[in-house]
């Protein structure tokens, strides 16, 4: 099922190719329904379904009511986030943010641009310069702070283990982070990007849509496919990486909590 789908299941393939399908493993439980997997949906940080027609996602939401709510987010395909929180609203209370378009874009070819070969992928020593960077990527696009509730510990930690596997790319002025980026999923056919920031000083030099290209030309070399999802209503970014070579393929939604 997770292959029938790979854009948009990038990011629970990933830990199911790398960690297999045990709880305790995968950060979280698969719900299935049906005997042939009729329904499909991932519960753990964040609650992700997979795939199922409107009496497979009442199941699901029949599941989570279960017990209290512990996710950060619902997100997914549209089709069947919106539904499922038509489900849970009223049990789990007024959602944070709803995002209720998010167009899914996905390139296998190279990017259609010249990449920025001054954007490279970020080293363990660059951490101290690159977290303050990614702090204010969060709060630009997520609207809360990272650091709240463990001092950023986590926060901290998780940008540590996306430097060390090579998924943080970054391009330096002076010293000073400018572009960043991240591969936050990754699966054997599949590159999620997320986090891409541009340094508001440099804003309007052409450096998000370079540099992202820079990180698509290295997914595709890779040989994967190339994705990210981004607001309907960001025109610029849209058109920005339709001028990468991305194109639409589904769309996704998003429940912050």
């Not at 395909?77 to 167009?103: F, K």
Request: glycine letters at 10%.
């Amino acid at each position: 099922m997770l292959d029938a789908d790979p854009v948009a299941t990038c990011m629970v393939a990933s830990r199911v190719e790398t960690v297999g399908v045990e709880p305790w493993r995968l950060g979280g439980e698969l719900w299935g329904v049906g005997g042939r997997l009729d329904g499909l949906c991932f519960s753990g940080a964040n609650l992700v379904p997979l795939r199922g027609e409107r009496a497979a996602v009442r199941a699901f939401a029949e599941r989570a009511r279960r017990n209290r709510r512990t996710c950060s987010s619902l997100v997914g395909r549209r089709e069947l986030v919106l539904p499922l929180w038509e489900e849970l609203s009223e049990h789990w209370g007024e959602a944070r943010e709803v995002r209720p378009d998010q167009p899914l874009m996905a390139t296998d070819s190279n990017p259609s641009i010249i990449p920025d070969r001054e954007v490279r992928q970020a080293r363990p020593d660059d951490m101290e310069r690159y977290l303050p960077a990614a702090i204010a990527m969060f709060l630009e696009e997520v609207g809360v702070d990272p650091r709240v509730g463990d001092g950023g510990a986590g926060y901290r930690a998780r940008v540590s283990e996306l430097i060390s596997s090579g998924r943080a790319f970054v391009r330096f002025e002076q010293g000073e982070v400018v572009f960043k980026a991240e591969v936050g999923a990754l699966s054997t056919r599949v590159g999620q990007i997320q986090g891409v920031w541009v340094h508001p000083d440099w804003r309007g030099r052409g450096l998000g849509q370079a540099g992202t290209a820079a990180v698509v030309d290295h997914l595709v070399r890779a040989g994967r496919i190339a994705s990210l999802y981004v607001n309907a209503f960001n025109t610029p970014a849209r058109a920005a990486y339709a001028r990468v070579g991305f194109q639409q393929v589904a769309s996704f939604a998003t429940v912050l909590f």
